[in-house]
């Protein structure tokens, strides 16, 4: 059995690996998509596809766990996600998510959706670790240490920082 999982992944943090090795042990294979991939450089996106997909690929190295990596674009017609999603990944037969949306688009779709556990979102959470980023706070215990290198190879906090100063 195939499950899907879909997220931003800007960054991929804690919560996030504590999920997929949730989801490995209900399904035999992982499809993660890179949601948004289209997106980069902005406060909420500050990594591009590929940015993240390297990031997620060094942290699940250290799972067991057969996974796909799809960078997902969005598109500007919600009745066609679904079927865009469907002609970019690996056919999967269940689908893990807490968005109200998605699960209603994948449901009417005829997938089952089942909810995710949340592993202490308060800290693991993608805007918590951008404010940190952008304030210089400590971030990198929030993230898997493969990741916290990868974003210090590509400059990724001085860039984060670079896009706030000039948004504001
Ligand atoms: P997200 O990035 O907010 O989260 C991904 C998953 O990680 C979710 O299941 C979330 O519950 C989980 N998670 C986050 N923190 C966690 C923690 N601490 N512990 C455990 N789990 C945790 O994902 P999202 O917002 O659902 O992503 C949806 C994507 O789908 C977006 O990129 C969106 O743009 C896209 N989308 C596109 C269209 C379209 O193109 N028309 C339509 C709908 C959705």
């Not at 996106?45 to 940015?51: I, M």
């Not at 592993?119 to 929030?142: K, N, Q, T």
Request: include cysteine.
């Amino acid at each position: 059995m195939r499950g899907l999982l879909i997220g931003r992944f800007q960054p991929f943090h804690l919560g996030h690996r504590y999920l997929i090795e949730q989801i490995d042990e209900a399904v035999d294979e992982v499809v993660i998509g890179i949601g948004s991939a289209g997106q980069s450089h902005t406060r909420e996106n500050p990594f591009t596809a590929g940015e993240r997909v390297h990031l997620v690929q060094d942290a699940l190295e250290e799972l067991d766990a057969k996974t796909y990596l799809i960078p997902i674009a969005d598109i500007e017609r919600n009745a066609m996600w679904v079927t865009h999603i469907e002609t970019l990944c690996p056919e999967f037969d269940v689908v893990y998510s807490n968005n109200p949306f998605v699960e209603r688009l994948f449901e009417e779709a005829g997938y089952e959706v089942r909810g995710t556990p949340l592993h202490e979102r308060d800290r693991y959470c993608g805007s918590e670790i951008r404010r940190r980023m952008v304030a210089g706070d400590r971030w990198r215990p929030l993230v898997p240490d493969p990741v916290a290198a990868a974003v210090d190879d590509i400059g990724g906090v001085a860039r984060l920082q670079k896009i706030t100063d000039d948004d504001t």
